[in-house]
């Protein structure tokens, strides 16, 4: 089986976003970025699959700018096998990115596309889906749990209620939740050995699909702020508060 | 110009988000249809149809609705999708499966998650985990739209008679296959909509002790929520998760224990009309966003806390 992993470039986790005065977006100048964590989940999914005999190539794509490349060379060091990285200059929507997707599919043939359930910047939550709407394949989103089967996934799925395992027939799309495993951390022979592995340069403008924006960003802005509390010195005093104050109880 | 809203049921019942995104589907615009596909759904559909806002609701009743998969959805709202300029569903883990497998094919780029209409083609959406709100404008002739169904209020349930009119099923897909549901069954009010949410986090050290926050839920009539830490480390099980990636919760009264407050546990909590946090680090960011800081070791809070509601002669429930 030949397995391809979509990875995204998004502002690190950790860090605490900033709104840019003029409302246009958010900075990203000078920001930590790293592997959306999701994909990270989605990376090792594969290659767990692949040390247990069920793969036999994992390629990692990713869509974006020059330095989108770091999420593909970072998948590498962990066992992908080899990378493509889909050059775009500017922010594209998800239906943009699952027909890059889908040109990708047609020429590779992957039996499996693994991916994020959501990009942790736009919280979208849709390439996933888009993909398989577009290739007419089935989907296993917010996967929890994946067991390999002959020709068949078998997929634990974490939905608001509780658990949902389903089937889906090969070839599938797999959108990863962050329990689905525990991504490993690359170690530094495998970080150099993964320099020496591909990655192959497309330009988007190349595939012949149509990328332009559909949606207008008209704003972004910051939330509105909480106003800031108190410290209550006791529990007593939290109950009183509670009950005679926000009267919430 | 009419919107189409897909229900989510259980062929019994309405789940309830689906109330709030009729709420907000109104607001898109007044003719307000919805589409019903379900096995022996008929109490959903008449329901539903009791709903004021309501305009009309299409049934689609066949043994391959019995179980909600994307694939079979799709191909059934599809069809029905030419007759309207939006098709709109909440964003639960239902809606967020669902809408952009249908957005692709009816090649529209979907607008995710929306927190307030501005126009019809106008929304305001989070992104970064809530840290930014954008407005965002869809130029899209048809619009698919999923709705944060704890953004809008839930419509009234009574007093509308909407006509039900029966339609076909579409092609099933044989790709997949449901096989099972294991849910967490609860005589406690749902997450999502309860007025009051106790959580857990990784402060409370093992599932066990998750019975401090149970005891004082029974208490209050409230739901039980937990950060990721606390779910990743097996405490309690992922539907209670409240998060970024889990569920956003917004009832008048959110109480945090030793939850630590990293930005992804916020996103799902902090439009709470009135916050309490409990967390003996003074510095623990979940401070910053509580109207009520309490500074104390929660295993010494917690059994206090249930004594003096105890001792309180009323409790709202």
Known sequence: ?249 | MSVLLIAEHNNKEVRPFTYNAITAASKINEDLHILVLGHQADDVAKSLSEVPNVKKVIHVDNEIYENYTAENYTSAIVKHAENYSHIVSSANTFGKNLMPRIAALLDTSQVSDIIKVISEDTFLRPIYAGNAFATVKSNDKKKCVTIRPTSFDAADKSGGSAEITKSDPAEASLSTKFLKKEEVKSDRPELGTARIVISGGRGMQNGENFKLISDIADKLNAAIGASRAAVDAGYITNDHQVGQTGKVVVPDLYIAVGISGAIQHLAGMKESKVIVAINKDGEAPIFSVADYGLEADLFEALPQFLSELNKLNTIQK
């Open chain 1, 1 to 249: 089986m030949k397995i391809l992993v979509a990875v995204k470039r998004v502002i690190d986790y950790n860090v605490q976003i900033r709104v840019k005065e003029d409302g246009s977006g958010v900075v990203t100048d000078n920001v930590k970025m790293s592997t959306n964590p999701p994909d990270d989940n989605a990376i090792e999914e594969a290659v767990k699959i692949k040390e247990a005999g069920k793969a036999k190539e994992i390629v990692a794509i990713t869509i974006g700018e020059e330095k989108a490349q770091e999420t593909v060379r970072k998948a590498l060091a962990v066992g992908a096998d080899r990378g493509i990285h889909v050059k775009v200059d500017n922010v594209i929507e998800p239906l943009a990115v699952s027909k890059i997707l889908k040109k990708i599919v047609e020429k590779e043939n992957p039996d499996l596309v693994f991916m994020g359930k959501q990009a942790i910047d736009d919280d979208c939550n849709q390439t996933g889906q888009m993909l398989a709407a577009l290739l007419n394949w089935p989907q296993a989103t917010f996967a929890s749990k994946i067991e390999v089967k002959d020709n068949v996934l078998e997929v634990t799925r974490e939905i608001d209620e509780g658990l949902e395992t389903i089937e889906v027939n090969v070839p599938a799309i797999v959108t990863c939740d962050l329990r689905l495993n525990e991504p490993r951390y690359a170690s530094l022979p495998n970080i150099m050995k993964a320099k020496k592995k591909p990655i192959e340069q497309i330009n988007a403008s190349d595939l012949g699909v149509d990328i332009n924006p559909r949606i207008e960003q008209i704003k972004v802005e910051e939330p509105p702020k909480r106003k800031a509390g108190i410290k209550v010195a006791s529990v007593e005093e939290l109950v009183q508060k509670l009950k005679n104050e926000a009267k919430v109880i």
